[in-house]
Structure formats: structure tokens, C-alpha cells
């Protein structure tokens, strides 16, 4: 199994809306990423979680929460959003740590904040 | 912190050698890594370098040279197929985590 999986994979909400996005590996990696892409732009790096740890925090609101709640799962929490949040969420992992190895995307989730 | 520079844009004919250029500067670096991403999809895997050199693997090869802060991402043999965008990305290490930073990405078109 080499798939990192997201959902949902499309997503609209309201600025007061509390929603969830989710990220599941089971490739054994150790290390799961959050990306923000906007349209035409790069992956902007979120947040990193290494062995469940969170070790990176790329100065992101705090209306954006992550949660890695075991190896397998990473989560993003969403509250209180602005419509310039909409974008697609991607979610990463890499095996053995944040030092080793290329990154494996999700095929995104696209949020809509209205 | 990071600097990581391509083109915005590059076009070429099908069937045809493109090499997509990418320089950075970055204080810990571990690693370059290129990823295509087509239009609405996740961002592919294509190479990984860490040592100077050429790596080669079917028609894409990616070189480094680490003490000019230097790559490129060779196509050979262009398909339609691939035009994507090509994102250029570095890992940067410091002392606690390393974190992996993309490029803005190059544009690249493929004309019959």
C-alpha cells in the first residue's frame, strides 16, 4: 500500500463552521506533513509531526489545529476560517523521520471557505 | 531561511530535450527533490539528490551540484503528457527537524 489518503476531498464551509480534514498512511512512515497549495503558487509548508511529535509549526493561525492522534493518522481541525483560506490542503508523509526519504502526497482536499 | 529559484515558464516541442534549471540557498541542506504536479493533482515523485552528480532514471535525469547551489531536471524524448508543472524542492535540516521547501515551479508547456 503506497497511497496516502484524504478526506473529504471536497469541502465548503462557513467562517463560523468547525470542520475536520483527515490523512491516513499505512506505509509506516513516521513522519506526516501538512501543505496549504493555492492556485498557480507552490506547496506552502503547515505544520510537520515526527513520530507523532509535533516538530514544525510554520507560524500558522491558530484557527488551524493539527492533531496526530497515532503513526497512522493526521488530522487537520478547522475553525472560524476566512474566505483567504481556501485552497487545497495537502497532506504528506516520509518514512523514518523527517530526515529520510521523499515526500508521499495525498491527492488533496479541497476547501472553500465561504 | 530558504531561497529556492526556477522559471516560471518554459514551452518545447514533442519528442524534444527540455532541462528545467533551479537554484537555492538554504543554511541545512539535505537533500533536492523534484516533483511534477499536473493541474488539480498532488505533486508527484520524480528524483531525489543528495551527493553531486547525475542521477538518471528513463527519460528524466536530475543533477547537483552542491557547492554552486545548483540543479537541473532534464526531460528527454517529450510527450504531451508532460506538460505539468515542475516543482523544485530542498530539505532543509536544522537542529531539531527538517522540513521540506518547494520552489515556486516551472510551467512547462509541450507543443506537438
Known amino acids: 500500500d503506497t497511497e496516502v489518503t484524504q478526506t473529504p476531498k471536497h469541502l465548503v464551509m462557513g467562517m463560523t463552521n468547525k470542520k475536520s480534514l483527515k490523512c491516513e498512511q499505512h506505509m509506516g512512515h513516521r513522519a506526516m506533513y501538512w501543505y496549504k497549495q493555492k492556485a498557480k503558487k507552490p506547496p506552502e509548508l503547515m505544520f510537520v509531526?515526527?513520530?507523532?511529535?509535533?516538530?514544525i509549526n510554520e507560524s500558522v493561525p491558530s484557527r488551524f489545529s493539527p492533531e496526530c492522534p497515532n503513526s497512522s493518522l493526521l488530522n487537520l481541525h478547522l475553525h472560524a476560517l476566512q474566505p483567504e483560506d481556501s485552497a487545497l490542503y495537502l497532506c504528506?508523509?516520509?518514512?523514518?523521520?523527517?530526515?529520510?526519504?521523499?515526500?508521499?502526497f495525498g491527492e488533496g482536499s479541497r476547501l472553500t471557505v465561504l | 531561511g530558504q531561497n529556492i529559484d526556477q522559471p516560471t515558464e518554459m514551452t518545447a516541442t514533442e519528442g524534444a530535450i527540455v532541462q528545467i534549471n533551479c537554484t537555492y540557498q538554504t543554511s541545512g541542506f539535505n537533500g533536492l527533490f523534484w516533483y511534477q504536479q499536473h493541474a488539480g493533482e498532488a505533486p508527484t515523485f520524480l528524483s531525489y539528490n543528495v551527493l553531486d552528480g547525475l542521477e538518471e532514471k528513463g527519460r528524466f535525469s536530475s543533477f547537483l551540484s552542491r557547492s554552486k547551489g545548483y540543479s537541473y531536471l532534464l526531460l528527454k524524448e517529450l510527450q504531451m503528457k508532460d506538460s505539468a508543472s515542475y516543482l523544485c524542492a530542498v530539505r532543509d535540516w536544522n537542529s531539531s527537524a527538517s522540513k521540506i521547501i518547494f520552489g515556486s515551479g516551472t510551467r512547462l508547456s509541450i507543443r506537438p
Open positions: 504528506a508523509s516520509s518514512r523514518g523521520g523527517t530526515s529520510t526519504g521523499e515526500l508521499f
Open positions: 509531526y515526527s513520530y507523532e511529535k509535533l516538530s
